[in-house]
């Protein structure tokens, strides 16, 4: 998925919080599905209690524009005499705050990104070996520079 998709994703996508535990996906389904083509509705379980979910939900339409409306229509609306808040989902920093966009760790010191881009020491060698020894960074580029003006001109 490019970045520009999931970026689209996570604007369609809402945080529905202040659920009942009487609400079923099928009646948020019901309650959201007025403002557009509804994607998916998700109810996180409460695995450690016995409660049916954990009083919010993630809501996706098809479009970031039905998303804007279902958040003008139900935010601070009641169901199950609970006030409800519908906001944008926020982007998923998967279970590791520390890496992907957002984090506060250089990219290259992310243990995913190094996987995922670390040179075979057999591919590097067959570079070297096509290119005569060494891995020139600056070939191919080609640089105009004009002249050269003093300062204050």
Partial sequence: MSAVAAGQRTKATLHVSGL????TRELLHAAFIPFGDIVEVTLPRDEQSDQPH??????EYESPLDAAEAIDNMNNSELFHKTLRVTQSKANRDTNPNEGLGSTKALWEQEGWLKEHAIDEGDLRAVQAVNGGGIDPMEGVEMEVGPVRPPGA
């Fill in 20 to 23: 009942d535990q009487a609400v």
């Fill in 54 to 59: 954990r009083g919010f939900a993630y809501i």
